[in-house]
């Protein structure tokens, strides 16, 4: 074991930090699905100018607000629990606000975590 799992793992227990990976992971996907589906139909909007998507665009854009909310949340607590520097919370955390950032993020962070547990 590592000097860097063996730190990690004294301070939480793996399956704690595995269900909060998972929560991660999770709303990772969610959040990129819905800032894709955002920026695509904002784009069709604009250029294809197709009108009646105006409510529909709110709507997803709020349901990206909450979910951004939510991978913000979840990304402090794996941070916390990984203790990881703090420019890796800004760029793990900015990635679910640029699209397809956010796919990119949960891939490293999944290996880095994976990895520093030893699994």
Do not use: C, Q
């Amino acid at each position: 074991m590592t000097e860097t799992a063996a730190r990690t793992s004294a301070a939480v227990s793996r399956p704690d930090v595995l269900r909060t990976l998972f929560w991660y992971r999770m709303l990772a996907f969610a959040t990129g699905i819905a800032l894709l589906t955002g920026t695509t139909a904002l784009i069709l909007k604009s250029l294809a100018h197709v009108p009646h998507m105006e409510p529909g665009t709110g709507l997803v854009w709020l349901f990206h607000g909450w979910l951004y909310l939510a991978y913000v949340v979840v990304t402090a607590m794996l941070g916390l629990k990984m203790r990881w520097p703090l420019h890796r919370y800004a760029v793990v955390m900015a990635a679910g606000m640029i699209p397809t950032a956010s796919f990119i993020a949960e891939h490293y962070v999944n290996r880095d975590v994976r990895r520093r547990l030893g699994l």
